[in-house]
């Protein structure tokens, strides 16, 4: 055809891409960078949500708040009884002027020494660990289960598209009334789970409270989430299991492969570029965590929950402190970049060595 | 074309001019726009015919009523005010009102609406800042505690009443004795599943001045250390926190429910759950001041309230909506068919169910006698987050005096920052 070899100088060649692109482009500068820029711009200030008065520059206090840490640590005064004590720590940082503003962390000792680590923002720092954390447990767990999923509606048994459709139903609903339900789901004395637990382990089961003890939250977060997203994964998954070529199986069980090998030989390096996105997309949503938390437990018990997602609009919106949110979402922007441009460089080492 | 045809489209188009005959005359009133906020249905309703009659009573101005979202409504306000497309009356939250005023979204009543008028309005239910009324609400509403009298009888607890309510000390030997009972795995339900800082501390900072403590100190408005943080304030938060402990209040009830489906034996909420509990217990329920902690009782006042924006091109028009809604006709009105507490002695006299035999009265008397408005300060929503934050984690176990210091710091902290938060000056 003539109009696929029409005759373009190099120039307009370069120029071509742009052109084709033009409209995501703008849509992306306008939406996504520039607001970015401007979000950049606010962490210098101290610009507030809503106030009379325009914000003025403070330099960098916004990161040196959130990112200052500091140690301390404690020699024990022997009290009346014997018993080692220590001065209390807010009686220290809200006095000596080298630790003004300064919060605990964490603790630990060192022989009879107290050690405790402080920072200035610990709520962020603890969120920050948090939302690691979550995406540590969840992507694992959501990926496995989606392909579980995917294997099973893909085996060839009876009524399989109406799993398929019922594996992928949490995805449609609203995450806001899938936590509702979870919320009940999860209660201690009411909730299905521990009803349930109790049930088959013959009241043997100690009724947990999922929600409000600061062990079991994140957990019960986690589990929840992975249900709710796993049907997305699974469709992924799906698509390229349906990829791989019959013909392969049907060697490889002619050869005797059992069902095992053929997995682990087939099914999984066919996959190999499917699941590398899945992880992907799964860890970009994991590290975004914050409508759950938000609706079923509003960052508690104690801070167990709060994710760095939540902390920015905690800050940022609620508390109208919009310069200090800004400021989280880009240190965490850079913290998230920093983490793909690591596993890109990794991912790119193996392949040459492959 | 059929003769038929054309007779039918020269009679739709008579209707259609016919139609559009007496609204093109009434183009000649000036329209006002009003938002506010989407609320239940009766008060939905309430408030739409109480437009209706406004609109009719008069031939100056026409109102037209906007709802939005509750969720989003603060947002849209800012947004709309940034803008400059503010409409000209607004809904607005009490605790914002300093916010708004100290922003300058709204401008004072001075002028718009007599101050006769707004003498006699409730205290709370008018929203002061910096020496001057920029909102006034048409209802009120109030806490109580919520029981049945055959709970009260079977503990042989005192039936408290508003000259003697119960002090700390007969209020805890109550909930001990529900609990010992066995009947009740959590005998008092404070409506901690609700984790907003809205509910947080419209509740429970009446509970923090009764102790003698508060959020902010109200004459400087400046900060918080001392009585956020203060001897008062750690007796009311190791109080709250051996409720849970001793497993008195469980700290996330599955449900609203907990008092109507015989869970609990006591709730501490608002008199809009009344209809529910009424249907309930019937003429077993007990409605009963909160406790007196030390130094008085104290419940939250200030509800929604009408504000005129400072974009409003007619606030004479806007001033003369909010004159008319304080007649003790319309307060009434509204209170009658939502169950929200008139702000008015006249409202109230005038009202079926908040008349001095109404069966609603107690909710008025608790109101006049014992509602206090939230701080009126423009860093409301940092001291409300602070109070809240510090509230959860003592529930959940944290050091009492740590949480209430870091409360102090992130409050006047944020003061520090911004010392413009603090310049309307004390109440």
């Known amino acids: 055809m003539s109009t696929a070899s029409l005759p373009l100088s190099p120039r307009r060649r370069r120029f071509l891409p742009f052109l084709f692109g033009g409209p995501a482009l703008l849509g992306l500068t306008l939406f996504l960078v520039l607001p970015f820029l401007m979000a950049l711009g606010l962490t210098f200030t101290d610009q507030r949500l809503v106030s009379p008065e325009p914000g003025s520059v403070v330099g960098l206090r916004n990161y040196e708040r959130l990112l200052s840490v500091s140690y301390l640590v404690q020699t024990p005064q022997p009290d009346a009884a014997g018993q080692p004590t220590y001065t209390r720590l807010r009686a220290i940082t809200r006095t000596d002027p080298a630790y003004r503003g300064y919060r605990p962390l964490t603790q630990f000792y060192l022989g009879q020494r107290r050690v405790t680590i402080l920072a200035k923002d610990p709520a962020f720092l603890q969120a920050l660990g948090n939302t690691f954390l979550f995406a540590l447990l969840v992507v694992p767990l959501q990926c496995a289960l989606a392909l579980a999923l995917a294997l099973l509606v893909n085996a060839g048994l009876k009524g399989q598209t109406v799993f398929r459709a019922i594996y992928f139903s949490p995805v449609v609903m609203s995450m806001v009334i899938v936590s509702v339900v979870w919320a009940f789901l999860f209660d201690k004395d009411l909730g299905l789970f521990n009803q349930a637990l109790s049930a088959i382990s013959f009241g043997l089961f100690k009724p947990i409270d999922w929600l409000g003890n600061s062990s079991a939250a994140m957990p019960a977060v986690v589990i929840m989430s992975a249900w709710q997203g796993a049907g997305f994964q699974m469709l992924i998954l799906l698509a390229g299991l349906q990829g791989i070529s019959q013909e392969l199986y049907d060697a490889a069980r002619i050869d005797g492969a059992n069902p095992w090998q053929r997995f682990r030989y087939i099914t999984l390096p066919g996959l190999r570029h499917t699941i590398t996105f899945v992880l992907i997309v799964t860890t970009i949503a994991a590290l975004g965590l914050f409508t759950q938390v938000d609706v079923m437990t509003g960052g508690g018990p104690r801070g167990a929950t709060t994710t760095v997602m939540f902390e920015a609009v905690q800050r940022g919106v609620r508390e109208e402190n919009i310069s200090y949110g800004a400021t989280i979402s880009v240190v965490y922007f850079v913290l998230i970049t920093l983490v793909i441009l690591l596993q890109q460089m990794l991912g790119r080492r193996r392949a040459k060595v492959v | ?427």
């Open chain 2, 1 to 427: 074309m059929p003769e038929w045809h054309s007779r039918i489209a020269a009679l739709a188009l008579c209707a259609v001019l016919w139609s559009c005959g007496p609204a093109r005359k009434a183009e000649r009133r000036t329209d006002l726009i009003l938002w506010k906020n989407q609320a239940g249905l009766d008060e939905e309703d309430a408030t739409r015919e109480m437009i209706a009659r406004f609109n009719a009573a008069q031939s100056k101005w026409r109102v037209v009523a906007q709802s939005l979202p509750q969720g989003g409504y603060d947002q849209s306000i800012v947004a709309a005010s940034l803008a400059d497309r503010m409409p000209c009356i607004v809904a607005v939250d009490s605790p914002m009102v300093a916010s708004y005023a100290w922003a300058g979204h709204v401008r004072p009543l001075d002028g718009y609406v007599a101050r006769a008028t707004l003498d006699q309005v409730s205290r709370a239910a008018v929203g002061r800042y910096a020496g001057k009324v920029y909102a006034v609400g048409q209802f009120d509403a109030a806490l109580a505690i919520f029981t049945r009298k055959s709970s009260l009888a079977e503990t042989r607890t005192r039936v408290p009443t508003l000259d003697r309510p119960w002090t700390l000390i007969e209020f805890q030997t109550f909930l001990e004795r529900l609990k010992a009972s066995g009947r009740h795995r959590y005998p008092l339900d404070l409506a901690t599943r609700d984790d907003k800082a809205s509910w947080w501390t419209y509740a429970f900072s009446p509970m923090l001045q009764s102790f003698g403590g508060d959020l902010i100190d109200r004459r400087s408005m400046r900060s918080a250390e001392g009585t956020l943080n203060g001897a008062a304030a750690r007796r009311f938060g190791s109080w709250f926190q051996a409720l849970f402990e001793k497993g008195l209040v469980n700290r996330k009830e599955p449900d609203e429910s907990a008092f109507v489906k015989g869970r609990a034996a006591v709730v501490y909420t608002g008199g809009w759950w009344a209809p529910d509990y009424r249907r309930y217990a019937g003429d077993d329920l007990a409605i009963l001041p909160p406790p007196d902690f030390g130094t008085g009782v104290v419940i939250g006042g200030g509800s929604w309230q009408w504000a005129i924006s400072k974009h409003c091109a007619h606030p004479e028009g806007a001033g003369s909506f909010i004159n008319f809604l304080l007649q003790p006709s319309e307060v009434a009105a509204m209170s009658d068919r939502t169950g929200n507490v008139p702000v008015t002695a006249a409202g109230a006299a005038r009202s079926r169910d908040f008349n001095p035999d109404g069966k609603s009265r107690i909710f008025y008397e608790l109101m006049e006698r014992f509602a206090r408005a939230r701080p009126a300060t423009p860093a409301f929503a940092v001291v409300s987050n602070a109070f809240t934050f510090a509230m959860r984690d003592i529930m959940d176990g944290k050091d009492v005096a740590d949480a209430l210091d870091d409360a102090v710091d992130d409050i006047d902290g944020t003061i520090a920052d911004n010392p413009a938060l603090a310049s309307g000056g004390g109440e």
